[in-house]
């Protein structure tokens, strides 16, 4: 029952370091996203997938990347990290978009960019 | 655009008090409404759902009822307990891909 899973838990990089965040699902779900989640805001979608070899952006896309080549990883990619990418970021799946299905959470990656 | 609005927190209660907390969104169309939950240290959960006006979601002793002519989903519980205590976070689906949140309240329940 691993369900979605998100590697590493935390991290602390340096301004303008790059790096992936781990996503994968184990469900055989089509829809993927990435939210990342700060105080006071909520959680904004990043970018989401609704299946292999398809991406889009979300609400706050600057500066990441992602890239869907499997159904099974949706990888989140900071190019040149920024202070104000401090955050947690989580990713989350379901079955068939999110028309009244429910989102699976992963949880979460702690990130501190210094 | 699209929005949801959530009461600030934290809401300090003692256990087996009432629990309410307030939703309000801004949306064209008529969206499907949700409250998940997140434990400490956890991901967030769906907690319960509502798809049109006038329904009621319910799961684990909460309820919430979609209201089009307030547009309000608010959040309820008749007694309490210290397990509870948990951010919760109202949301609402937009097109058919996305969930946009509310900013969370966050639940402190005392013995």
């Known amino acids: 029952n691993a369900g979605v899973t998100q590697t590493p838990k935390f991290q602390v990089l340096k301004t303008g370091q790059s790096m992936t965040l781990q996503c994968a699902q184990d469900m055989n779900h089509e829809y993927m996203s990435w939210y990342r989640q700060d105080p006071g805001m909520g959680l904004r979608l990043i970018h989401y997938?609704?299946?292999?070899?398809?991406?889009d952006q979300g609400e706050v896309p600057n500066g990441y990347n992602v890239s869907r080549s499997t159904t099974e990883d949706f990888p989140l990619r900071l190019l040149s990290a920024a202070p104000s990418q401090t955050s947690v970021y989580f990713c989350?799946?379901?079955?068939?978009?999110?028309?009244?299905?429910?989102?699976?959470f992963g949880s979460g990656t702690q990130l501190s960019v210094l | 655009g699209d929005s949801v609005t959530q009461m600030e927190g934290p809401v300090t209660l003692s256990e087996e008090a009432f629990l309410t907390i307030n939703c309000t969104y801004t949306a064209t169309g008529y969206p499907s409404l949700f409250w998940y939950v997140q434990y400490p240290g956890e991901g967030l959960q769906l907690l319960l759902k509502?798809?049109?006006?006038?329904d009621k979601g319910s799961n684990k002793g909460f309820e919430a009822t979609y209201r089009k002519e307030t547009t309000s989903f608010h959040l309820e519980k008749g007694s309490v307990q210290v397990s509870d205590s948990a951010v919760y976070f109202c949301a609402l689906k937009v097109g058919d891909n996305k969930l946009i949140f509310g900013a969370g309240t966050r639940l402190a329940v005392h013995p």
């Open positions: 989350a799946s379901s079955s068939t978009g999110v028309p009244n299905e429910k989102l699976f």
């Open positions: 997938s609704v299946g292999a070899g398809i991406t």
């Open positions: 509502a798809t049109k006006a006038d």
